[in-house]
């Protein structure tokens, strides 16, 4: 079945900049997200690209696709104490209509 | 701005026992959505629903479980008879229409612990 793998941890100073990685593998997928998640919160969405592009930015956050190599990144610019969190990488299993989580990667930024 | 909602934020039930999550969706979504996280583990895909039935299920979601829509606003998920796996953070989504149907808004969870 379809799979998405991260990795599980990420610490950065404040105010560097935090790239968060993930693969998956169903090549159909239509749209890949990111979700943060705060201690205790639920799941905030933060931003989606659709597989047909390449980059998407908004605002701090940039998003990564690479097809080919079924490889998504999320950057965070200027990352700040309140970005502490874990991340989700999900794509969206169109026959399904539902969403494949990866396990999640907890940024930690130091002060 | 619009969110989806769950009641009750924290369930403790004991094993055997019927409980019910609630959700209200965002009030001009189609789709409805439940998912599950085990503690330390991947967030699960449950159901799917639209048009007032399943559209698909995952084979978590077993005779144990079934989904409402018992009015224009609530989306609930009944658990009949809980076992002690049971126990995890259970998310609630919503999805609306045309471009936006397949982005998913998630609620903050209801976190059943079965004893």
């Known amino acids: 079945g379809e799979d998405v793998e991260q990795s599980l941890f990420l610490s950065v100073r404040e105010g560097d900049s935090s790239v968060i990685n993930c693969t998956y593998t169903d090549s159909s997928s239509t749209y890949l997200y990111w979700y943060k998640q705060e201690p205790g919160a639920g799941l905030q969405l933060l931003t989606y690209?659709?597989?047909?592009?390449d980059m998407k930015q908004d605002q701090r956050l940039t998003v990564l696709l690479n097809k080919k190599d079924k490889h998504l990144s999320l950057r965070i610019a200027d990352t700040q104490t309140g970005d502490s969190a874990i991340y989700f990488c999900a794509e969206y299993e169109t026959g399904r209509r539902a969403l494949t989580f990866g396990s999640g990667t907890r940024l930690q930024v130091q002060p | 701005e619009p969110e989806v909602t769950q009641t009750p934020s924290h369930q403790v039930t004991q094993m055997g026992q019927e409980v019910i999550l609630r959700c209200v969706p965002i009030s001009n979504h189609l789709y409805f959505y439940w998912y599950r996280q085990i503690l330390g583990q991947k967030v699960e895909f449950l159901v799917s629903?639209?048009?007032?039935?399943?559209?698909?299920k995952s084979e978590i979601f077993d005779d144990q479980f079934s989904v409402e829509r018992p009015d224009g606003s609530n989306f609930t998920l009944k658990i009949r008879s809980t076992k002690l796996e049971d126990s995890a953070m259970y998310f609630c989504a919503s999805s609306g229409v045309s471009h936006e149907r397949e982005t998913q808004y998630f609620g903050p969870g209801t976190r059943l612990l079965v004893l």
């Open positions: 690209i659709f597989s047909n592009m």
């Open positions: 629903f639209y048009n007032n039935e399943i559209s698909e």
